[in-house]
């Protein structure tokens, strides 16, 4: 079993919102332990780009405008991610990933990885 389980994706319109969650597998990593971060894998693109990440202490996102929020759940060990004003570049494939290390993390090279949630924006 995938350690990380990414779900809430789908077709979406644009202007509208989409929130994803990424669960730690039952017996497998406590989130709250982690730094848990989002990216996502544009249409022909292999490059997983940052989208938001959530440290120990603090959260970092990587689009303008205030659009986007992670969140943590700990009762669940689940963070989610909340994203408004959906535009077509917003369509890719979504990852958690998670890394006792917040600068690891940040390199985009985590130790675990989801296997991704398809998000289509479509009109």
């Known amino acids: 079993q995938a350690p990380l389980v990414e779900s809430g994706g789908g077709l979406v319109q644009p202007g509208g919102s989409l929130h994803l969650s990424c669960t730690g597998s039952?017996?497998?990593?406590?989130?709250?332990?982690?730094?848990v971060g989002w990216f996502r894998q544009a249409p022909g693109k292999e490059e997983r780009v940052g989208v938001a990440l959530l440290g120990r202490e603090d959260a970092t996102t990587y689009y303008p405008g205030g659009r986007v929020t992670i969140s943590r759940d700990n009762a669940k060990n689940t963070v989610s991610l909340q994203i408004n004003n959906l535009n077509l570049d917003d369509t890719g494939i979504y990852y958690c990933a998670a890394d006792l290390k917040t600068s690891t993390m940040r390199a985009g090279r985590a130790a675990y990885w989801g296997q991704g949630t398809q998000v289509t924006l479509s009109s």
């Open positions: 039952p017996g497998g990593l406590d989130l709250a332990r982690y730094a």
